[in-house]
């Protein structure tokens, strides 16, 4: 994986993709609108000690929640985490033998396949009793996918060494009980409670065609770009806030990376016909037709215009 992001450029101020957006598609309109609409919305709160709460990660766990209850099967950034663990130079090792660690990320590799079969076996509606396990293979899931995120940064050495001082055992099914065994009952009910939300928040897009994790051809101009997922015609982007209110840094960043995913959609392969972001703690869905989007974040010229100056602006040029 690229070492850069969308996420990563945007945060860059100077980045070729922050200042075509600030330029074309200034935003302030649409983070007036957002304001208005997210006044006074409640909150779903964290029950628990708030000290050491990995936020993050528990963003990144409803957001795989999300998408088991809408019935994806097919996780491919958790998939490449799990590739990365069991990279082919863990094997390679000098000596007689693996050491602790690298014998402990081939472990974690295996337990990871064994979850994406527990994902996919709890994908769609579930019992009530089996939405304590769904939320704990969510969570773990979240693990997974930071190794893919932080894979082109040291190595991702954070993110997998959560893995590798488990010391796992080889057993998958052992392994996979760890994993889950690690996790402290307040999280499990906080992604529980934002999960039976979204159920109520979401059962209109809930049955619609979905793509998860959607790319985009001009993902590779900026080093990686990958939505949440596409419903029917509408691409969501979900997060997770205590403080749906946002600082105008905030919220530019929150709509240019909307924005950059419809404008790096160069030949509109998704067919992407409105844009949202869905608050899991607010149980919100918001939701713009493009049009409305684009006039809201300050366009002036058309959609197929804004997305041929990107990709003119991003592709390297060679002077002859």
């Known amino acids: 994986m690229s070492p850069t992001s969308l996420t990563a450029e945007l945060a860059n101020p100077n ?28 909150t779903l709160k964290y029950h628990g000690a708030l000290d050491r709460v990995p936020w993050p990660l528990l963003g990144t ?102 893995f590798t001082v488990l010391r796992l055992p080889p057993d998958p099914v052992k392994a996979l009980e760890l994993l889950t065994g690690q996790i402290p009952r307040p999280h499990t009910d906080d992604i529980c409670r934002q999960a039976a939300a979204a159920a109520l928040a979401l059962a209109d897009i ?9 790319t985009f051809a001009g993902s590779p101009h900026v080093g990686h770009a990958e ?20 600082r105008p840094d905030q919220a530019r960043t929150w709509f240019h990376q909307l924005a950059g995913y419809l404008l790096l959609d160069y030949d509109n392969t998704h067919s992407i016909k409105a844009l949202g972001i869905y608050l899991s703690r607010q149980a919100v869905l918001l939701t713009w037709p493009v049009e409305d989007f684009l006039r809201l974040m300050g366009a002036r010229i058309p959609l197929d215009v804004l997305r041929r100056r990107l990709k003119h602006t991003l592709t390297p040029h060679t002077i002859a």
């Open 15 to 42: 980045s070729p993709v922050s200042r075509f957006l600030g330029q074309h598609l200034p935003g302030a309109n649409l983070h007036a609108a957002y304001s208005k609409a997210v006044r006074r919305l409640p």
């Open 61 to 162: 766990a409803i957001d795989y929640r999300i998408r088991m209850w809408l019935g994806e099967k097919n996780h491919v950034p958790i998939a490449e985490g799990i590739s990365i663990l069991g990279a082919p130079e863990v094997h390679s090792t000098p000596g007689s033998g693996l050491t602790d660690i690298c014998q402990s990320r081939l472990n974690a590799a295996a337990a990871g396949d064994l979850l994406l079969d527990r994902m996919a076996a709890h994908a769609g509606p579930l019992m009530a009793e089996e939405e304590g396990d769904a939320a704990r293979l969510a969570i773990v899931s979240a693990r997974y996918d930071a190794v893919y995120r932080t894979a082109a940064i040291a190595a991702g050495t954070r993110a997998i060494s959560y």
């Open 206 to 214: 809930k049955g619609q065609p979905l793509t998860c994790a959607p």
């Open 227 to 246: 939505g949440d997922f596409i419903a029917g015609e509408v691409l969501v982007d979900i997060k997770s806030t205590l403080t749906p209110q946002l």
